[in-house]
């Protein structure tokens, strides 16, 4: 079964003070890995796609990389705006046709003024 | 381009009732994958449909259904509603079975009393 864990839970930051957010996988074939951003009350909106290890991608004040069990969201001088819930998912060979997302419970950041 | 909508926004009802969620699909995708999403947590996927035809599912009971029209539209709809269907349930979509990236909507906010 595939399994997605992301940590820490919550994290708040002070502006300007860069982190990392993690996401463990265990998945029998990576197809590829999403990062999204959802904000309360809201659907998640699409960041990212990883597909192989030593990818990267960035956008902005976020970075995202990829090795063969875990993937990090780096966030450089974060500002108040990145405040959301961030949602790591995996997508699995095992998944068939049917390309459907597995996602970890995310990681809550606040960023303070 | 048009995103992908959803409706109602939000809803209330009853224990043993039936509901039926709608979605419009993103301009140009063809295929419509369902989430349910509990507060605090994951979306959990429920089923993907491509053509008009179930792709997919996840581990949901039959009373969880579906349909997509030919322009690519979708309801989701649910019988004997228990209270533990209380949810926030997304639609994405994505372009054929070979898209990777999903596209969420804003979602419905189902309150089941």
């Known amino acids: 079964e595939d399994q997605v864990t992301q940590s820490p839970e919550a994290l708040r930051l002070q502006e300007g003070e860069s982190s990392s957010l993690n996401c463990s996988y265990t998945?029998?074939?990576?197809?590829?890995l999403f990062w999204y951003r959802q904000d309360p009350g809201k659907g998640p909106e699409f960041l990212f796609t990883?597909?192989?290890a030593g990818e990267e991608k960035e956008k902005e004040r976020l970075k995202a990389t990829l090795t063969k069990k875990e993937s990090f969201l780096h966030i450089t001088a974060p500002k108040p705006e990145d405040s959301a819930t961030y949602l790591c998912?995996?997508?699995?060979?095992?998944?068939?046709?049917?390309?459907?997302?597995?996602f970890g419970s995310g990681t809550q950041l606040t960023v303070l003024p | 381009e048009t995103g992908v909508t959803q409706s109602p926004t939000h809803l209330i009802k009853t224990r043993g009732q039936q509901v039926t969620l709608r979605c419009s699909s993103q301009?140009?995708?063809?295929?419509v994958s369902w989430y349910q999403q509990a507060l605090g947590q994951g979306p959990q996927f429920i089923f993907q449909?491509?053509?008009?035809?179930?792709?997919g599912r996840g581990n949901f009971p039959p009373r969880f259904s579906g349909l997509q029209f030919p322009n690519y539209s979708s309801e989701l709809n649910v019988n004997a509603l228990e209270l533990d269907d209380s949810a926030l349930y997304l639609c994405?979509?994505?372009?054929?079975?070979?898209?990777?990236?999903?596209?969420f909507g804003p979602g419905t906010r189902l309150t089941v009393t």
């Open positions: 301009s140009g995708h063809n295929t």
């Open positions: 998945v029998s074939g990576l197809r590829g």
């Open positions: 449909y491509y053509r008009e035809e179930e792709n």
């Open positions: 990883l597909y192989s």
């Open positions: 994405a979509s994505s372009l054929g079975t070979s898209g990777y990236e999903q596209y």
């Open positions: 998912a995996v997508q699995a060979h095992s998944s068939g046709s049917a390309r459907q997302l597995t």
